[in-house]
């Protein structure tokens, strides 16, 4: 047997339906308005903004480190990072 809430929700749904208002909001059927400032269209390459990756050869690690790491003074107080592994031995 069904259930008289489950008989009685399609019906309901119809019924509220009808309720509805059939045209839609002004705003959303509005033209656009012709008179808005727009900026004219600008052309830039497909490849703009690319970065080259290229094989390099390979550079003094500790170099690299250097350039990415603290500035000078601040952090390691001089010492080298291999006289810190050797010491660590």
């Given amino acids: 047997m069904i ?19 059939i045209t839609p909001p002004a705003w959303l059927v509005a033209p656009a308005d012709p008179t808005v400032p727009v ?6 390459t497909v490849t703009a903004g690319v970065k ?10 500790r ?4 350039g990415v790491g603290p500035a000078d003074g601040a952090g ?8 810190r592994a050797r010491r660590a031995r």
Avoid: M
Avoid at 39 to 44: A, T
Avoid at 63 to 66: A, K
């Fill in 52 to 61: 080259d990756f290229r094989v390099v050869e390979p550079k003094d690690w």
């Fill in 63 to 66: 170099e690299q480190n250097r």
């Fill in 39 to 44: 900026r004219d269209p600008v052309y830039s």
């Fill in 76 to 83: 390691d107080h001089g010492n080298d990072s291999t006289s």
């Fill in 3 to 21: 259930k008289p809430i489950t008989a009685f929700a399609p019906l309901a749904t119809l019924a509220l339906g009808g309720c509805v208002s």
